[in-house]
């Protein structure tokens, strides 16, 4: 594993930590989590780690950060994908299952976007790297996928999505480059149908 992947993983455990401590403690909105230099000590990790995964948290909408005052507990009821994301923090497999549905469906829509965007130069070039890799994963590929929509919300809901299923630690889903080259292929020849059928080819939901 590499480091970039290892820095990812000790960060998502560390807003698992965050999340458990705040139930054990009973803080309800409105009232103020301990500090970096406090969680850093209760938790026995890096400051720096501390910081990533609260500017994460923040992120999602659970907490807000006063300046002068300190970091607060929000009320994330109306915030759906807070629900979704708190849920799954508690490896509910209802959850899981409907993360995974989620993550799919938007993918499915990265692509009809992509097509609208007609930007062959860009499926083009990807098409030759993947050919001369070795080894790509679905991780690699989609997020290629969704930085071609060219759309920085769609990023960031996908990565958001994926980073926590992943930290499931679940069996890897890969497939074989034949099958991201013909969702290229697929891409390039401009037929909507024709997409959606390969990439459901390739996350095998055919």
């Not at 290892?6 to 103020?32: H, T």
């Not at 290629?144 to 992943?166: A, G, P, Q, S």
Request: aromatic residues 6%; glycine residues 4%; charged residues 35%.
């Amino acid at each position: 594993m590499n480091s970039e992947a290892v820095s990812k993983k000790i960060y998502i455990e560390i807003v698992k930590k965050i999340r458990k401590m705040i139930d054990e403690d009973g803080l309800k909105p409105g009232d103020k989590i301990p500090s970096e230099r406090e969680l850093s000590e209760r938790l026995q990790v890096g400051r720096s780690s501390v910081r990533e995964a609260l500017r994460a948290i923040e992120l999602l909408g659970l907490i807000e950060t006063r300046r002068g005052e300190g970091t607060f507990l929000r009320d994330a009821r109306g915030n759906q994908m807070v629900q979704l994301l708190s849920t799954f923090i508690l490896q509910d497999q209802k959850a899981v299952k409907d993360l995974k549905d989620t993550i799919q469906f938007i993918e499915m829509d990265c692509l009809r976007v992509i097509l609208q965007r007609n930007n062959d130069e860009g499926i083009h070039h990807y098409r030759q790297t993947v050919e001369m890799l070795d080894d790509v994963s679905d991780d690699e590929f989609f997020l290629k996928m969704v930085e071609l929509t060219d759309n920085h919300l769609l990023y960031r809901i996908w990565v958001v999505l994926n980073d926590f299923y992943r930290s499931l630690d679940l069996k890897k889903e890969t497939s074989s480059k034949p099958a991201y080259l013909a969702v290229l292929d697929a891409l390039m020849n401009g037929e909507e149908k024709e997409v959606i059928e390969k990439y459901k080819k390739l996350r095998k939901l055919l």
